[in-house]
């Protein structure tokens, strides 16, 4: 089975501070993704990498960052955190072909105060 | 550009009672079509996929889903609804063209509740 594990599940930062949040997937696959899910709005994807040292930006890339210096892991950073970054943060990772599904880990609850 | 539409953010059925969750995609070429679950504070966990095999997919949990390329459809069922199937549902596609391979676009997802 696919195991996508991401470092935290609830993380409490404050305002302006840097924060990294990790992602290891352990079966090779190319592609991973990072995803913000708020209440109302779904799924919304931040950034995304297709490959190592890749990456591309998704729907909302503002104020967020990532890096992928080995395939396995995909990191999301928020530069200088802000309120309204709250939210749920999802990582997902996809062998890269049309038909193959995403795999997601439990998820990290970010709370900026 | 493709686009997944759920239809009903929330649904509540009873305890035995049929699940219908709705998914409508628009794409002008037969797309991969997946369904998600989401339980409360965890991630999605895949429920089944289509890919051109069979038109009528199972999937985990007792869950199906057919798909209707005249009605542009891939609806989730159950027969019967347990209380433990009360979640968030997602509907996704692979557009099969364009763009990233394995990039997936959501349905903004419906939330089941399950009376007893």
């Known amino acids: 089975d696919v195991k996508v594990t991401q470092s935290s599940r609830y993380l409490v930062k404050r305002t302006g501070e840097k924060v990294f949040l990790e992602c290891v997937q352990d079966?090779?696959?190319?592609?991973m993704f990072w995803y913000r899910q708020d209440p109302g709005l779904g799924l919304r994807l931040i950034y995304f990498?297709?490959?190592?040292?890749?990456?591309e930006k998704g729907d909302i890339p503002e104020g967020y960052s990532v890096s992928r210096e080995k395939k396995e892991r995909f990191s999301l950073i928020l530069e200088s955190a802000s309120t309204n970054q709250t939210s749920m943060y999802l990582c997902?990772?996809?062998?890269?072909?049309?038909?193959?599904?995403?795999?997601f880990g439990d998820g990290t609850r970010l709370s900026i105060l | 550009a493709q686009s997944v539409t759920q239809l009903g953010s929330h649904v509540s059925v009873s305890e035995g009672a049929l699940v219908l969750l709705r998914c409508n995609y628009s794409?002008?070429?037969?797309?991969?079509l997946f369904w998600y679950v989401q339980y409360p504070n965890q991630g999605l966990q895949l429920l089944l996929k289509?890919?051109?095999?069979?038109?009528l997919v199972k999937g985990i949990n007792g869950f199906e889903a057919e798909f209707k390329k005249s009605e542009t459809s891939f609806h989730l069922t159950k027969p019967s609804a347990h209380m433990s199937d009360a979640a968030e549902y997602f509907c996704?596609?692979?557009?099969?063209?364009?763009?990233?391979?394995?990039?997936?676009?959501f349905g903004k997802g419906t939330k089941l509740s399950v009376k007893p």
């Open positions: 997902a990772s996809s062998r890269g072909l049309w038909d193959q599904p995403q795999h």
């Open positions: 079966m090779d696959h190319e592609n």
């Open positions: 990498s297709y490959d190592v040292k890749m990456k």
């Open positions: 794409s002008s070429v037969p797309p991969y």
């Open positions: 289509y890919t051109s095999a069979a038109t």
């Open positions: 996704a596609v692979s557009p099969n063209y364009g763009g990233s391979q394995g990039n997936l676009i």
